[in-house]
């Protein structure tokens, strides 16, 4: 089994990275990915659990990214060098950029009437990101909430008027396209049904407009597309193949794991998967990175 998304609790999982891996492990995957947001701290930790306990660990990261229409995207990287300067000096800027942001969130969640505390959002000793997840992970500890998904309602908590007034500025897509290449990764771009600007438009519409994304996203250099997804229908997945081999995409697979805490029913290699679906294919299409047939 393989999974390609999955998050540890050096961004918002739960789980530090060997519990992850022995838990992946224990589920039967032979091949994983940890994708962190915006951050490579728990990359080291992972891939020595994986030597132990015998499973392939690729190293990855998911960016949070726009493009000039405010398009919001999910990019993920895998398989760079972990010590490239321009990566690891972008990941310092976001981070700088997210603290900033959280401070404001702090505030904005305060002003309508839930007493947080940054001590709220602090789940272990070293902890150092905070995403928007951990402040609903908060709201539901603190019992301004009875479940996760209720801090996400409309209208109220994570999407009141004050906190959507809070804006992060985000990484580039062509940036951070370019930083993954640059650092021999391959990029690829997550959860397509994700893309809410997209989703906006009429059903139909949607699918004309991810092509026309997606020719703009491979003329960037996006090398891949994550077409298995937890959340995935059978009809997205189909679709998405179609796009992905259109455009000459390596086809992804992820379940977006974030630890059994968050009770999304998402499990590791927990996603729809068709006849076309080969894990021995992918993992040596991202593992070997930018093969010389890309590079052409
Ligand atoms: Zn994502
Ligand atoms: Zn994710």
Known sequence: MIDLHLHTYYSD???SPEALVRLAKERGADTIAITDHDGMRGLAEGIEAGGIHGILVIPGVE???EDDEKIYMHILGYGFDLNNTALNEEIEYIRQKRIERNEKLLSALNEIGCALTMEDLQLRDGQDYIGKPTFAL??????????????????????????RRVHREKVSAEKAIGLIR??????VLA???????????EEENFWDRLDEQLAKLKRLGLLGMECYYSSHTPEDTKRLVCLAEKYELIVTAGSDFHGTEYESGISIGGFYTDSKFDENTMAGQ????????MML
Do not use: C
């Not at 959860?191 to 438009?201: E, F, N, Q, V, Y």
């Open 13 to 15: 999982g739960t789980m």
């Open 138 to 163: 908060a709201l539901l500890r603190k019992g301004y909430v009875s479940s996760y998904g209720e801090a996400y309602a409309e209208g109220k908590f994570m999407r009141s008027e004050a906190v």
């Open 286 to 293: 991202i593992q070997n990175g930018i093969s010389e047939k």
């Open 63 to 65: 960016l949070s990214t």
């Open 182 to 187: 640059g650092a021999g990764g391959v990029p």
């Open 191 to 201: 959860h397509p049904m994700k893309i809410a600007r997209l989703l906006k438009s």
